[in-house]
């Protein structure tokens, strides 16, 4: 079992910066795929980002070249930075962990709360 509570969400203007947190319980952290999603109202949740076991990422389009994944094992912690912010990027935005390295929501087995960015134009 995993559970995960994100942080450092808020609201930022356009060209602004955030580091998302994820904090997650458990010993069992390094060997799980942490994944961050987003969804903004009226959409479907969309993959952002994904840091796999050894430190492999991959990235959307939509942030590839804005946005860093990393993680700590030591810590239990993964991170979202998030630079260049645009409006477009404005949503609740979810980590996650999966068995596998997997941009799709359905193969994650435990999500965090959620935590709203809102970006201004």
């Known amino acids: 079992q995993v559970q995960l509570v994100e942080s450092g969400g808020g609201l930022v203007q356009a060209g602004g910066s955030l580091r998302l947190s994820c904090a997650a319980s458990?010993?069992?952290?390094?060997?799980?795929?942490m994944g961050w999603f987003r969804q903004a109202p009226g959409k479907e949740r969309e993959f952002v980002a994904i840091?796999?076991?050894?430190?492999?990422?991959r990235y959307a389009d939509s942030v590839k070249g804005r946005f860093t994944v990393s993680r700590d094992n030591a810590k239990n912690t993964a991170n979202l930075q998030m630079n260049s912010l645009k409006p477009e990027d404005t949503a609740v935005y979810y980590c996650?962990?999966?068995?596998?390295?997997?941009?799709?929501?359905?193969?994650?087995?435990?999500w965090g709360q959620g935590t709203q960015v809102t970006v201004s134009s």
């Open positions: 996650a962990a999966a068995a596998s390295f997997t941009i799709n929501s359905e193969q994650y087995d435990y």
């Open positions: 458990g010993r069992t952290f390094s060997s799980y795929s």
């Open positions: 840091i796999g076991r050894y430190g492999a990422t």
